[in-house]
């Protein structure tokens, strides 16, 4: 890897670090960055996906003290995990043409539910009206389709996380976004085990990267908390918006 390729990754890595804290979505600016520096499409999205794991984590750190306590939390991480496996020996067993199709319709709807939540509330009812029952299923079903649609792609898995959730769950959009970086972070590490012993990683692309997710994922984490909701909102509808678009055009093209 040439300097003027490093110095392209470690710039995106930084970028998506912060854009993964706040939005989710940052795996759109490394992924593209990877394939700029010459790495094969799956290559490139195995080693994009395990290069933005510390960037999780270190939005966990920044974000920690909007999480619940850690019991509601417990039954959630099993669930990731499961759809995470899934997803990740998914990619590496299908063809991924018919999923990149469909990946942006996905993205857009999600970010749809997002901007029309109010709206999508009265229709199918309020968190705080559900049973508990009904609450504890919505919420770990948002919880696997995520951890599965995280496992093949990755990328705007952020954007579907905080939409489902904030869907589901009657808790603040920080509040949300907290729970989105660990489930992120979760995600995260299961890909990194399964692809480091199966997939096609390149270690030098990913070694430039992750600590540049690191530090950008710290800093968007503690930028979440000072924003007021509508902006905060407003902010991944937008990006959400423009990641589906941008992988409609990609999958068209």
């Not at 968007?220 to 909102?233: E, N, S, T």
Request: aromatic share 6%.
């Amino acid at each position: 890897m040439d300097l003027p390729h490093a110095a392209l990754l470690l710039a995106a890595g930084l970028a998506a670090g912060t854009v993964n804290a706040v939005a989710g979505g940052g795996s759109l600016i490394t992924f593209p960055a990877m394939i700029a520096a010459g790495l094969p499409p799956v290559a490139a999205n195995v080693s994009n996906s395990v290069a933005v794991f510390p960037g999780y984590v270190a939005s966990v750190a920044g974000s920690k003290a909007d999480l619940p306590r850690r019991r509601a939390l417990a039954t959630l991480i099993p669930t990731a995990l499961v759809g995470t496996i899934a997803g990740a020996l998914l990619l590496l067993a299908t063809p991924a043409r018919a999923f990149e199709v469909v990946v942006p319709f996905l993205v857009l709807g999600a970010t749809a539910v997002l901007a029309f939540q109010d709206p999508l509330r009265r229709l199918v009812g309020h968190p705080r009206d559900l049973s508990p029952r009904r609450r504890t299923v919505a919420v770990q079903t948002m919880v696997a389709v995520g951890a599965v649609y995280g496992g093949y792609f990755g990328a705007a898995l952020g954007v579907m996380l905080v939409a489902g959730l904030a869907l589901v769950l009657d808790a603040t959009l920080a509040r949300v976004s907290a729970i989105k970086n660990l489930l992120s972070a979760v995600v995260g590490l299961t890909t990194l085990v399964v692809f480091a012993l199966f997939g096609p990683l390149n270690w030098a692309a990913v070694a430039v990267v992750a600590p540049a997710t690191l530090i950008g994922g710290y800093a968007g984490a503690r930028l979440v908390r000072r924003l007021p909701p509508v902006v905060l909102k407003t902010l991944i509808v937008v990006f959400g918006t423009t990641i589906g678009f941008y992988l409609l055009w990609r999958a068209l093209s």
